[in-house]
């Protein structure tokens, strides 16, 4: 409708800002959880620039809990992580395409990550929060 299209204008003239908050709360999770052992943080490659609009933590496969596990766990802290996107095999639209072949890495990787709270309003405080009830978690 007209009134999407305007109000997706107004947000891309807003851009630049959005992608520097999110830039920002990326930096400050690599900070936050860089030694974090057990898990995979997001890798950029030369050729790509990520505007993290999802910032995905998987969990080596040693770690005992898994996705949802964690999930509720966050959540009784009152933090909001999601599922990364389902693998797309999964989805009506491919599962005919899909019918017979086996996905391990897209299943695995669907079922060992979080997306963890990426609202550029998140301050450094939030993040460390996000990131220490995360390791803590972990660790039990």
């Not at 930096?27 to 974090?36: A, G």
């Not at 009506?92 to 996905?103: D, E, H």
Request: glycine share 2%; with cysteine.
């Amino acid at each position: 409708t007209n009134l999407e299209a305007a109000i997706g204008l107004a947000q891309l003239e807003k851009i630049k800002i959005h992608i520097r908050n999110r830039l920002r709360i990326a930096r400050s999770y690599f900070e936050e959880l860089k030694n974090v052992e057990s898990l995979i943080l997001p890798v950029e490659k030369k050729y790509a620039k990520s505007v993290y609009w999802m910032f995905n933590a998987t969990f080596k496969d040693y770690v005992k809990l898994d996705r949802d596990s964690v999930l509720r766990r966050l959540y009784k802290y009152g933090i909001d992580a999601r599922y990364v996107p389902y693998p797309l095999n999964t989805l009506p639209p491919y599962r005919k395409i899909a019918r017979g072949k086996k996905f391990p890495i897209a299943k695995k990787i669907f079922s060992r990550t979080n997306s963890l709270p990426t609202h550029e309003n998140l301050t450094q405080s939030d993040i460390k929060y996000i990131c220490n009830k995360l390791k803590h978690i972990l660790q039990q």
